[in-house]
């Protein structure tokens, strides 16, 4: 259902609808469901933790299954039971959970707080917003990192993205996510294929097979991450030299926890992650789930969580206000996947894509992983 009769009550960031303005009442509690690891501590502190202390006795719950939220709100809207309030999802889960009903279509300027430089929302997001039911939040990339202390390596850095695929001048174990996207992609540019041509090709059968036999190189020399805490760990252990994962995962590794570890940013996937709101909520807790999400994607709040993660935000008022680290001191813009110097080459996804032809390559992918 698109929101459209919503009423605004001006205290603070407060967003209710009529019905929970009649009663007073919103829900005392709130399930947030996100990735965990360095990104969730990011938007404890700088949405749910300020939310909570405006909010005396709200008990906030975070849940980590974001990585499963299209099976997880799937089952839960099938046994009518969602105990999800506000879900963290990446562009192309999104889409696919607004198109299957199971996320709550949104008027963006009508639910969401204008800009600090007057913008209305859907001014400020812009071409962010790919979806009705979609808030962005933050602009990441999938990249890599790389130890810098590997001596057969005799003193070359990877410095491409197809290095990856070069076992001979950087052998040693690489770790990529167990998931076609990226994956598809970095393989059918490392064996040629134009970056405007990457998705046409993607969809015959000779492109397919083209992107697996380019993967087939590595295979056998990776480990395959499904927890975005996975790489860096794999990394600081030494049990891989080279692997890719989220770009803030690695900046809290390389700059909070001084690991021997490089940036590899040539050609990062760039990706968006935002908000829903499950479809169907009690009018108690969709009225929290509203007035927490008006709140958490103010400029202000945006540009607050670019203190914790380097994670660039997805306003574009929030951008002037990023500054510096709130524990290291640093600066955070060179630690952004958009800084000039980080984006020479970068990958968009194509959203639509993903969303249409997911489930069929995720099948074609865990077929291939079996092999």
Same mark, same amino acid.
């Given at each position: 259902?698109? $929101?459209?009769?919503?009423?605004?009550?001006?205290?603070?960031?407060?967003?209710?609808?009529?019905?929970?303005?009649?009663?007073?009442?919103?829900?005392?509690?709130?399930?947030?469901?996100?990735?965990?690891?360095?990104?969730?501590?990011?938007?404890?502190?700088?949405?749910?933790?300020?939310?909570?202390?405006?909010?005396?006795?709200?008990?906030?719950?975070?849940?980590?299954?974001?990585?499963?939220?299209?099976?997880?709100?799937?089952?839960?809207?099938?046994?009518?039971?969602?105990?999800?309030?506000?879900?963290?999802?990446?562009?192309?889960?999104?889409?696919?959970?607004?198109?299957?009903?199971?996320?709550?279509? $949104?008027?963006?300027?009508?639910?969401?707080?204008?800009?600090?430089?007057?913008?209305?929302?859907?001014?400020?997001?812009?071409?962010?917003?790919?979806?009705?039911?979609?808030?962005?939040?933050?602009?990441?990339?999938?990249?890599?990192?790389?130890?810098?202390?590997?001596?057969?390596?005799?003193?070359?850095?990877?410095?491409?993205?197809?290095?990856?695929?070069?076992?001979?001048?950087?052998?040693?174990?690489?770790?990529?996510?167990?998931?076609?996207?990226?994956?598809?992609?970095?393989?059918?540019?490392?064996?040629?294929?134009?970056?405007?041509?990457?998705?046409?090709?993607?969809?015959?059968?000779?492109?397919?097979?083209?992107?697996?036999?380019?993967?087939?190189?590595?295979?056998?020399?990776?480990?395959?991450?499904?927890?975005?805490? +996975?790489?860096?760990?794999?990394?600081?252990?030494?049990?891989?030299?080279?692997?890719?994962?989220?770009?803030?995962?690695?900046?809290?590794? $390389?700059?909070?926890?001084?690991?021997?570890?490089?940036?590899?940013?040539?050609?990062?996937?760039?990706?968006? +992650?935002?908000?829903? $709101?499950?479809?169907?909520?009690?009018?108690?807790?969709?009225?929290?789930?509203?007035?927490?999400?008006?709140?958490?994607?103010?400029?202000?709040?945006?540009?607050?969580?670019?203190?914790?993660?380097?994670?660039?935000?997805?306003?574009?008022?929030?951008?002037?206000?990023?500054?510096?680290?709130?524990?290291?001191?640093?600066?955070?813009?060179?630690?952004?996947?958009? +800084?000039?110097?980080?984006?020479?080459?970068?990958?968009?996804?194509?959203?639509?894509?993903?969303?249409?032809?997911?489930?069929?390559?995720?099948?074609?992918?865990?077929?291939?992983?079996?092999?």
């Amino acid at each position: 259902m698109k $929101i459209k009769s919503l009423m605004l009550l001006t205290t603070g960031a407060a967003l209710v609808t009529t019905g929970a303005m009649a009663d007073g009442h919103m829900a005392g509690s709130m399930t947030l469901v996100s990735w965990g690891g360095a990104y969730q501590i990011s938007q404890q502190r700088a949405y749910s933790d300020p939310y909570a202390e405006m909010n005396e006795g709200l008990e906030v719950i975070w849940d980590e299954s974001s990585a499963e939220a299209v099976a997880r709100l799937r089952a839960m809207n099938e046994a009518g039971n969602v105990t999800w309030d506000v879900v963290d999802v990446v562009a192309a889960d999104a889409m696919r959970l607004c198109d299957e009903g199971l996320a709550m279509e $949104i008027d963006h300027d009508e639910v969401l707080a204008p800009g600090d430089d007057g913008s209305t929302p859907t001014e400020d997001f812009g071409d962010l917003i790919v979806s009705d039911c979609f808030v962005p939040q933050i602009v990441y990339s999938t990249a890599f990192g790389y130890r810098n202390d590997v001596e057969e390596w005799n003193g070359a850095e990877p410095s491409s993205v197809c290095d990856v695929f070069d076992l001979e001048t950087f052998p040693g174990q690489r770790s990529l996510e167990r998931r076609p996207i990226a994956n598809l992609e970095w393989a059918l540019i490392c064996d040629g294929v134009a970056i405007e041509d990457v998705y046409d090709t993607l969809e015959t059968d000779e492109g397919l097979d083209r992107a697996f036999a380019m993967l087939d190189t590595i295979k056998d020399q990776t480990v395959w991450w499904s927890a975005g805490a +996975d790489t860096p760990q794999l990394l600081a252990d030494g049990e891989v030299v080279l692997g890719s994962t989220y770009n803030g995962r690695l900046f809290s590794l $390389i700059e909070e926890q001084g690991q021997p570890v490089n940036m590899l940013w040539d050609w990062q996937m760039f990706d968006l +992650d935002g908000w829903i $709101i499950p479809a169907g909520l009690p009018e108690d807790r969709l009225a929290r789930a509203l007035d927490f999400l008006r709140f958490a994607t103010d400029t202000q709040r945006l540009a607050d969580q670019a203190q914790y993660i380097s994670y660039g935000p997805a306003r574009a008022s929030s951008a002037p206000l990023v500054g510096t680290h709130a524990d290291l001191g640093i600066e955070m813009a060179p630690h952004m996947p958009t +800084d000039p110097a980080n984006s020479e080459n970068t990958f968009l996804f194509n959203y639509e894509w993903w969303a249409d032809y997911r489930d069929d390559m995720d099948a074609r992918f865990q077929a291939w992983l079996a092999q």
